[in-house]
């Protein structure tokens, strides 16, 4: 549990210390004060990333140096974001490699940026994976870098007017090995999801929601299959297969839901991933914090009740919204709510 947050000229604030010593916080407020970015700055104090964009120096006061997040929980985590740099620590100790930082400080967002599962590119499907994957197996992670260096480096190999068939067979094996272990790994998430999804989907009282993942290659030949394209990578000099151009897709009844679902069923398609998503992290490990950024208004009345239940029992939750009067009786009653 979160009992306090710190943040220093992170976003408009340029000092805030809030107690959180609560199972269940609501930020409440009008647009722009800042709710959603406490919620970013918890994000990052777990994941190191930011929910709402991939360069964290955007998340500096204006005129800043520098912003600093610290977030006590079980432990001291603190994240200090420069122009060109961001440095991680726990208990005041800095932690040079994100691998070891990642999978201490569990946490899932629900937010509208989340639409990018549904509307999104492959790479925002692709990120979702490998983030999660990170945090819950720290291999993941280092098998990761060992493929992008691999895979940089053929690349970088056939752009060479002349090929050097027997490094490129060597660097074809080493992405290879990896790839398998990053597959294996998606997958197992993937089937982790679907199978929480389907009494989420069921407790929710809509559409059946499953995921299904989009390979670039023969799994059970992977080798083979990066043979059978070895001419084509040659042609447009770069790999043309491999996890880096995987994704998955999201079905509703068997639909795409990236083509057929409207605005209003994307939204409950991304709440209830997430909520698979905490299911998952929980079974795996232990229940995640949970970050609500302003979903209330996205949910009919029958919705509202079934994602009540859900979050009745969970360690800690923070919400952010417009009007508590967008908060449920059955939540409220508990929480301690903040005025932002």
């Given at each position: 549990?979160?009992?306090?947050?710190?943040?220093?000229?992170?976003?408009?604030?340029?000092?805030?210390?809030?107690?959180?010593?609560?199972?269940?916080?609501?930020?409440?407020?009008?647009?722009?004060?800042?709710?959603?970015?406490?919620?970013?700055?918890?994000?990052?104090?777990?994941?190191?990333?930011?929910?709402?964009?991939?360069?964290?120096?955007?998340?500096?006061?204006?005129?800043?140096?520098?912003?600093?997040?610290?977030?006590?929980?079980?432990?001291?985590?603190?994240?200090?974001?420069?122009?060109?740099?961001?440095?991680?620590?726990?208990?005041?100790?800095?932690?040079?490699?994100?691998?070891?930082?990642?999978?201490?400080?569990?946490?899932?967002?629900?937010?509208?940026?989340?639409?990018?599962?549904?509307?999104?590119?492959?790479?925002?499907?692709?990120?979702?994976?490998?983030?999660?994957?990170?945090?819950?197996?720290?291999?993941?992670?280092?098998?990761?870098?060992?493929?992008?260096?691999?895979?940089?480096?053929?690349?970088?190999?056939?752009?060479?007017?002349?090929?050097?068939?027997?490094?490129?067979?060597?660097?074809?094996?080493?992405?290879?090995?990896?790839?398998?272990?990053?597959?294996?790994?998606?997958?197992?998430?993937?089937?982790?999801?679907?199978?929480?999804?389907?009494?989420?989907?069921?407790?929710?009282?809509?559409?059946?929601?499953?995921?299904?993942?989009?390979?670039?290659?023969?799994?059970?030949?992977?080798?083979?299959?990066?043979?059978?394209?070895?001419?084509?990578?040659?042609?447009?000099?770069?790999?043309?297969?491999?996890?880096?151009?995987?994704?998955?897709?999201?079905?509703?009844?068997?639909?795409?839901?990236?083509?057929?679902?409207?605005?209003?069923?994307?939204?409950?398609?991304?709440?209830?991933?997430?909520?698979?998503?905490?299911?998952?992290?929980?079974?795996l490990k232990e229940e995640p914090i949970m970050l609500l950024d302003d979903?209330?208004?996205?949910?009919?009345?029958?919705?509202?009740?079934?994602?009540?239940?859900?979050?009745?029992?969970?360690?800690?939750?923070?919400?952010?919204?417009?009007?508590?009067?967008?908060?449920?009786?059955?939540?409220?009653?508990?929480?301690?709510?903040?005025?932002?």
């Amino acid at each position: 549990m979160i009992k306090n947050i710190k943040l220093n000229n992170f976003r408009i604030f340029e000092k805030l210390e809030l107690d959180t010593n609560n199972s269940l916080i609501i930020f409440s407020g009008k647009n722009a004060r800042g709710k959603t970015s406490i919620l970013e700055a918890i994000y990052i104090a777990g994941t190191t990333k930011s929910h709402r964009e991939n360069n964290l120096e955007n998340t500096i006061r204006f005129n800043e140096q520098f912003a600093k997040i610290e977030v006590k929980a079980d432990k001291k985590y603190k994240v200090v974001i420069s122009k060109d740099s961001k440095s991680l620590f726990i208990n005041d100790i800095e932690i040079k490699k994100s691998s070891e930082y990642l999978g201490n400080l569990d946490v899932v967002m629900i937010s509208p940026t989340d639409i990018s599962l549904i509307r999104g590119a492959k790479g925002d499907k692709r990120r979702f994976l490998d983030l999660n994957i990170s945090m819950l197996n720290k291999k993941y992670l280092k098998e990761s870098s060992r493929y992008k260096k691999a895979l940089n480096e053929r690349n970088l190999l056939l752009k060479n007017k002349k090929i050097d068939d027997v490094m490129l067979d060597v660097l074809t094996n080493e992405l290879v090995e990896s790839l398998k272990y990053i597959y294996d790994s998606r997958i197992y998430l993937i089937d982790k999801l679907n199978y929480y999804l389907k009494d989420i989907s069921k407790n929710m009282k809509i559409e059946e929601i499953k995921l299904i993942y989009e390979q670039t290659y023969d799994p059970n030949n992977i080798l083979e299959s990066f043979n059978e394209k070895k001419q084509i990578d040659i042609k447009y000099q770069a790999t043309q297969i491999g996890t880096h151009r995987d994704s998955f897709k999201i079905l509703i009844n068997g639909l795409d839901a990236g083509v057929y679902a409207s605005e209003g069923q994307s939204r409950i398609i991304y709440i209830a991933i997430k909520l698979a998503l905490a299911k998952v992290i929980k079974e795996l490990k232990e229940e995640p914090i949970m970050l609500l950024d302003d979903i209330y208004q996205a949910l009919d009345k029958d919705r509202i009740v079934s994602l009540t239940e859900y979050l009745k029992n969970i360690k800690q939750v923070f919400i952010t919204t417009t009007t508590i009067l967008d908060v449920p009786d059955d939540i409220l009653k508990n929480a301690l709510v903040l005025r932002i």
